[in-house]
Structure formats: structure tokens, C-alpha cells
């Protein structure tokens, strides 16, 4: 049988974690419930050498200390030789229907499962990973004890930015101190799911080719001053990092591409014509693209385009773009 009683907090050991899956928890919401309509739900704590450990209800107590109210009213669990895992898949059971878990604490769950209680991974995969609303699969147990064992910065990023599973094993492969370098870089810029994965992937391959580290590629002179740019906005410092790290890892592209770039001014083409070349150079085929408002506009422009034949730097350029590969 549970018993409710009112303990003192100073009797409660808050540094026993145990059973503890909390990071980053929001506790604005709780904090203020209580301060409201008091405690709705009581902790739950057993005895342990004399004092209280905690199974379920660390944010509560918490909050309580911080707000300075000297008691917590808990269930207290008789002494029946409660092992260790039936009492945090209490917890874990009690905080599936109160609050949820984020991703980082249920990597958390997870690596305590099998390094703390010692659960067999297929035991994990088949009954806990169901539990946590996760589909039991190897990988995905994989991919969250990774998760759990990075850097506290990392895992603030993932909460922060929402990164999918396929984007963490990726920060998983890096080495640690690769990753403590590549967060800052991250942070300052503006990456959904598919931007993430580019900026990563070009961070990988021209690591893998140079044979250097990712963290010597973000420190690039060329890079830190995009980033150390304050009147850029997050948008604008995403495409400037990606366009330097595009010429990291296809040089001979980036230098076709500014060499058109340049031969494309010096035609002072008009604003509603737009020549664009074959994706990557690879073809030989080129594009030209007219807008226009009224008859007026596309006459000018077509008589533009008549005379374009004829210009020798227009000619120059389609014959060079023939010929050159990056």
C-alpha cells in the first residue's frame, strides 16, 4: 500500500537522479499551476537510508524548492523489495500520461534501460521502445543512445532545431570534438531538415577528401568571417556558408560559375532577360528565360535577342561553354 504524507523537502535527496530522464525541462507552465492551485498531483518516493529518493516527480520538487515551500506532498512506496527497474518503469509510465518525453529524454530512458538497469537490447526494442510511441527497430534504438551520449550543447541544438533521426546519426559520426566546434556554426544559421543534411554532407565529403577534420574546415577564414558578419541575418549567412562550402568541395565548379557569372554582366542583358547555363556545366545546353507585361516589352526584347547573335562576347561564351568541363 502507498501512504500520502507530507514530507519536508530537506528530508528529499534531489541529487539522487536515478531515475531521472530530465533535460532542458519547461517548468514556466508548472511553476506557475502551482503557484495558482497548488500541487494538483503528488510525488512519488520511497525510503532509502534514512532519507527520501525520488521516483517520479523531480520537476515537481523542484519548482517547490525554488518557490520556497518547505513540504511536497508524496505517495510513499512501502518497502516491498522494489527493484530498481520495476520503479523506473513506473516513472516512465507515470510521465507518459502526465507529460510526454522529448527526444533527448528519451535517449536518456533508453541508455539508462540498458547501462544502468541492464535490460537486454532486444527487451528494450520489443516492449520499450513501443512504450515511448517508437516503432521497435534496432536502428532507432542506435540512433538514440548516440543521442545520449553527446555533448550537452549538441543535445540542446537537437531539442532547439527539432532534428530529425537521420540528421543525429550524422552528428553521431562526427567526432566529439568536431561536434563541439560545428554547434556554434550551426546555431548562427537559419537550417531546416534538407539544409541540415547539405551542410552536412559537404562538411563529411570534403573532410573524406582532404583527409583533414571537419572542425579545421569550419575554422576556414572564409567562414568565421561570414559568421562574425552582424548585420547579416540567419538566411543570408546560410547561403553564404553554403556557397563557401560549395567552393570547398567543387572548386573547379565555383570558378565556372563566377567566370559566367562575369561574362554574363558584360552582356548587359535587360532585367527581364535571364541566361542561364546547363546544371553544373554538364551539358551543353543553355536557357534563356524572357517575362514581359505588355507588347511593348516583348517586342524590345525579342529585337534585344535578334542582335544578341550577333554579339561577340555572346558568341565567345556558348562556344567556351562547349567546350569546358568542371
Given at each position: ?18 531515475f ?6 519547461d ?23 534514512g ?38 518503469s ?15 529524454e ?12 541492464k ?72 537550417l ?8 552536412l554532407?559537404?562538411l ?27 548585420e ?61 507585361e ?6 524590345h ?11 561577340k ?9 562547349v567546350?569546358?568541363?568542371?
Amino acid at each position: 500500500m502507498e501512504s500520502i504524507e507530507r514530507i519536508p523537502i530537506s528530508e528529499v535527496d534531489l541529487s539522487d537522479e536515478t531515475f531521472s530522464v530530465n533535460f532542458m525541462p519547461d517548468l514556466q507552465s508548472l511553476r506557475s499551476s502551482i503557484q495558482a492551485v497548488g500541487m494538483v498531483q503528488p510525488v512519488l518516493l520511497r525510503r532509502k537510508e534514512g532519507r527520501y529518493q525520488i521516483v517520479s516527480g523531480y520537476r515537481r520538487v523542484k519548482v517547490l524548492k525554488e518557490l520556497g515551500i518547505p513540504e511536497v506532498i508524496s505517495r510513499i512506496l512501502e518497502d516491498k523489495g522494489w527493484e530498481d527497474l520495476q520503479l523506473f518503469s513506473i516513472a516512465l509510465h507515470e510521465n507518459l500520461t502526465t507529460r510526454g518525453f522529448n527526444s533527448v529524454e528519451i535517449a536518456i530512458a533508453l541508455y539508462k534501460l540498458i547501462y544502468l538497469f541492464k535490460v537486454e537490447p532486444p527487451h528494450v526494442i520489443q516492449t520499450y521502445l513501443p512504450l515511448l510511441r517508437l516503432s521497435p527497430n534496432e536502428k532507432i534504438l542506435n540512433t538514440y543512445l548516440s543521442l545520449a551520449q553527446m555533448e550537452d550543447e549538441v543535445k540542446e541544438y537537437v531539442l532547439r532545431e527539432e532534428v530529425s533521426r537521420s540528421n543525429i546519426r550524422k552528428l553521431a559520426s562526427l567526432l566529439p570534438e568536431d561536434r563541439k566546434i560545428l554547434i556554434p556554426l550551426l546555431s548562427s544559421l537559419k537550417l531546416g531538415e534538407n539544409r541540415l543534411r547539405e551542410i552536412l554532407n559537404l562538411l563529411d565529403e570534403i573532410a573524406r577528401r582532404d583527409k583533414s577534420r571537419i572542425g579545421e574546415i569550419v575554422r576556414h577564414s572564409e567562414l568565421q568571417a561570414t559568421l562574425s558578419r552582424k548585420e547579416l541575418t540567419p538566411s543570408q549567412k546560410t547561403e553564404r556558408v553554403k556557397k563557401i562550402l560549395l567552393g570547398l568541395r567543387y572548386p573547379r565548379l565555383t570558378e565556372l560559375e563566377r567566370t559566367f557569372e562575369k561574362e554574363r554582366k558584360d552582356l548587359t542583358l535587360p532585367p527581364n532577360i535571364f541566361l542561364s547555363h546547363s546544371p553544373y556545366f554538364e551539358g551543353r545546353e543553355w536557357r534563356i528565360e524572357l517575362r514581359f507585361e505588355t507588347l511593348e516589352q516583348y517586342r524590345h526584347a525579342l529585337l534585344f535577342l535578334s542582335k544578341l547573335a550577333e554579339e561577340k562576347r555572346f558568341v565567345d561564351l556558348v562556344k567556351k561553354g562547349v567546350e569546358q568541363k568542371p
